[in-house]
């Protein structure tokens, strides 16, 4: 299971006590921090998200909306003699940015930061659990989304069937492959009788900035959430093209191109108080919307 | 008159609520903005601090907590498409990191930004009202205070006496700068006859980050108010000196030193939750001394 909480969900300018872009999500064992707008560091502290668990942060582009955040939440993390390694994915010039700004302070982090420049599209990250992609998406400068799937689980097995059976503990690991057991005397144990089914593995689309662009369905096909920005409303689909963004019913219709089974808006923009408007409009088009409000969390 | 307003009073890692350093210093026609810690947008939102009014800026060095919001300011100003020219007075490295930063997000601000170095001691502004000079400071790094300085006011022309005596308007900067006026006729009209006395100017000394040093003291002789900061209580003088920062008893002890009329403190350390002990000790010493506390304003 994957849980999504929203750090911030503003585009640019701060408003209505919305922060700029920064969301966690969280599995069994880590954490990832994607993108990491200013405040991002209050924020963390505001959700109580442990800040030790985690490992990655991806940030899909340069606006300064998408990253201001970064710089304080390293420096503080420094200040709090953090030493376990992170790991930063993001646009190549950030390393420069960061590097800079450490340097002008004569600081020195006490724990590795790994910088990982993004580039072609593909896996980024081989976990574990996790499989983490990243692929372009259409905006005004260099941008790109990230997939985060969950590898294939494997089936539980049933202890007290398969001790019944004398299934040797040596097997157990292709009993939970799916395979079937086969005993000395040659009799056939089908897997089903000594296993219950592997819950099924989850995945989580990050679209971050981009305009209306239907090659993107094919890249996030199937996910379990996607996150699409609705940085307007539909009456503004000329002001979101000319800008690199994207209105309500066009994050709808990506969904739906996509197949994805939840829909999750976020990037207001800073003109909207109310955003209950987003949601009837994405709703027409893709019924299982969700805003992604502020320290809301999202199981997936 | 000076009103300064406090938007930050933290040292480092953000806690308790309490914000990095940023403070405002208004004066009739203008306002300035000294550091900028990163939220520093949010908390001029906050309390409602014309931004329009901000034509300086001044950082005090390159330590995050004073100047990680000057980038998400300077960025959400061009946004809101800012005209008026805005005049940054800092470390020099920091053109290079801006620079970068825009250059990274491919903006051009609306606005004209002129950079101005700080280097060695002395006047870096000098308007029509105030005088502002720059002074180094003893960190870790390198750091400087600030002394806003209004300039000699002029008297006040009583216009029914300047008119019942006959004195032409021309001469009336004459009597502003105290001088008598003699009439055709040879009689002297004095001037305190005609005017009244000018309100004393005010000054006003940012001291940034700083170790215990009694130099300072000469630097911000007989100011009306003087702001130190005092990251630690004077049990921690060890931990404050190897940190190049203050006590609370130093930064009372430079007040006293320097004659200072009043004397602000901030710049509080993480770990100090309640601030009270803070201002017990100072006043033990310097009695006349506030806490910084943000949204507080302090007229001088």
């Known amino acids: 299971m994957l849980t999504l909480t929203i750090l911030g969900n503003n585009s640019a300018i701060p408003a209505y006590g919305r922060n700029p872009t920064a969301q966690v999500l969280e599995t069994a064992d880590e954490s990832f921090l994607i993108d990491c707008g200013e405040g991002t560091q209050l924020q963390l502290s505001r959700y109580k998200i442990k800040r030790s668990r985690i490992c990655r942060i991806f940030i899909s582009h340069l606006h300064g909306d998408h990253y201001f955040g970064l ?24 390393q420069q940015i960061i590097q ?19 580039g072609e599209d593909g896996v980024i990250y081989d976990g574990k659990r996790m499989t983490i992609s990243c692929f372009r998406v259409n905006h005004r ?13 494997t089936r539980s097995i049933m ?7 004398e299934i040797p503990m040596a097997y157990y690991e292709a009993l939970q492959q799916g395979k079937d057991y086969t005993t000395k005397k040659g009799t056939i144990i089908p897997n089903e009788e000594v296993t219950t089914a592997a819950t099924p593995s989850k995945s989580y689309a990050f679209c971050a900035d981009t305009i209306y662009d239907e090659s993107l369905a094919a890249k996030v096909q199937g996910v379990d959430l996607l996150y699409h920005e ?19 019913i066009q994050a709808a219709a990506i969904a739906q191109l996509a197949a994805a089974k939840k829909l999750l808006i976020g990037h207001f923009s800073s003109k909207y108080e ?3 408007p987003f949601l009837e409009e994405s709703r027409e088009i893709f019924p299982n919307t969700e805003l992604a409000l502020e320290g809301v969390s999202f199981m997936i």
């Open 71 to 94: 710089i304080g939440l390293l420096s503080s993390l420094g200040l709090m003699n953090r030493k376990q390694e992170l790991h930063l994915h993001a646009p190549p010039l950030l």
């Open 100 to 118: 800079l700004q450490l340097d002008a302070a004569l600081t020195t982090l006490p724990f590795s930061l790994h910088f990982h420049p993004l």
């Open 141 to 153: 400068i260099d941008c790109w989304g990230f997939l985060f799937r969950e590898k294939r689980n």
């Open 159 to 165: 202890p007290h069937r398969a001790k019944a059976y």
């Open 230 to 248: 609705t940085t307007y409303l539909k009456d503004l689909e000329d002001r979101a093209a000319e800008r690199y963004h994207s209105t309500s």
């Open 274 to 276: 109310i955003l209950e």
